[in-house]
């Protein structure tokens, strides 16, 4: 007679098997049969609420001004395209006026601002989903972020009460 690994294990597993008196159904782990153990009941206080919030807001705040210093970071570059061909254009449709190595560093700065380009393009995209998400994250938890003059205010959708607010000169 051949008795497979499985059964054993399933036989065994009714004896092992022991929980607490104080189980609940709703505190017993389904696969095993075991307390499930927490840190704390599920409710979290005032307090720790608030600095989770203040905590997200930051990061926000945060996504913020990194996507701005991307979005400048492109600007730049675009501008110096842009300068680049005109200058060149213009020096070489005119007679050649400008010293051989004002051309040649023109010619360099308008190849390393090209090569440059899709670098800066990925990073404010990539800046502006990050962004996205996070904002997106307090819509689907039914909050709003307004910007104020000096701070950034978190407003339940429900209520239209100012949760906390994270001030825009602290980051």
Known sequence: MVVSFIEILTMYSKDITVTS??????????????????????????????LRWNSRLRKLLHAEHRLHQAQRLRAVVYTIIVACILILGFSLYLAPAAVAWVFVFEATLLMSAIIVLPYTVLRSKECQRHRDTLSRKFYESNHEVEYTDDAL???NRSTYTAVTKVSLTEH
């Open 153 to 155: 205010v978190l407003i």
């Open 21 to 50: 008196v104080h189980a609940t159904p709703a505190k017993v782990t389904p696969l095993f049969g075991r307390e499930r153990v927490r840190l704390h009941d599920g409710q979290a206080s005032a307090h720790s609420l608030q």
